[in-house]
């Protein structure tokens, strides 16, 4: 899931070294917002179509993307701009540094294959939780998050296992960003004592209607959260007397994950 809504950094004019600087960082961005343009199901895009999304100007949506072309970020077909080969290259280097181990994977296909849910593993990223692996259900109705998707930390069951140890500055931040507002940190507090005091965490509708997960953590050998595994699907195939057993699976491979010991990121 892309994020949107970025705020464009406004250039300072009272000193030319900021002024270049904020330009230098805008620039940045713009062309960032250019490459995001560019999903499963959009492949290529126009200059026009940049135009269109970004509210660019033509000049500058030319320069850009040519300085990207002649970097290998983008390529220039006949039917627009499509990723680059030197992407790629990036791709390798996140896949070699975020994928988990065949063996983890294992892990959770079994877990999927037993309970016939999503199985998902979250890390925690500044106001999101970012999804770093997935085990999709077998089943027509379910649950699916994309590896690399970013969600808000406002709702869920792994929002409340990942921000066990959050400072209250980032639960106010959060709760701010949330359609309910403000006051919702109390929300978010309640939520926290109770999946810290459980060692687990419930949600039901909290993010999106019908839809429901449980959640538990992996520690690191620091002793904080650093992961959260989770079960998810329509609220409908989560009635209470299902729970204990999702949490037992749930539990039951964390451990087993977490004593693998394997090196990882967010594994410290």
Known sequence: MKRSGANEITEHRDGAGEGTESQGVRSVQRALDILGLLT???????????????????????????????????????????????????????????????????????????????????????????????????????????????????????????????????????????PHGSEHVQVLQSGLSEAADQGFAVSHGEREAGLSAVAVPLIGRGGTVVAALSLSGPTIRFPEDEIPGFVTDLQETATRMTERGFDHPFIG
């Open 40 to 178: 499963e199901t959009q492949p290529t895009v126009s200059i026009s179509d940049i135009v269109k999304a970004t509210g660019l100007a033509k000049t500058t949506a030319v320069r850009l993307t040519q300085t990207l072309e002649q970097n290998g970020l983008l390529w220039a077909t006949n039917k627009g701009y499509m990723a680059g080969p030197g992407l790629w290259r990036w791709a390798h280097l996140a896949r070699q540094t975020w994928e988990i181990p065949d063996e983890m994977k294992q892990l959770m296909r079994d877990l999927g294959n037993r309970r016939r849910e999503t199985v998902n593993l979250y890390v925690l990223r500044d106001m999101y939780r970012v999804c770093v692996a997935q085990q999709e259900s077998p089943q027509p109705l379910r649950h699916v998050v994309r590896v690399g998707d970013e969600l808000p930390l406002w709702g869920g069951a792994s929002s409340k296992v990942l921000l066990r140890d959050a400072k209250p500055a980032l639960l106010t931040r959060i709760a701010r960003s949330s």
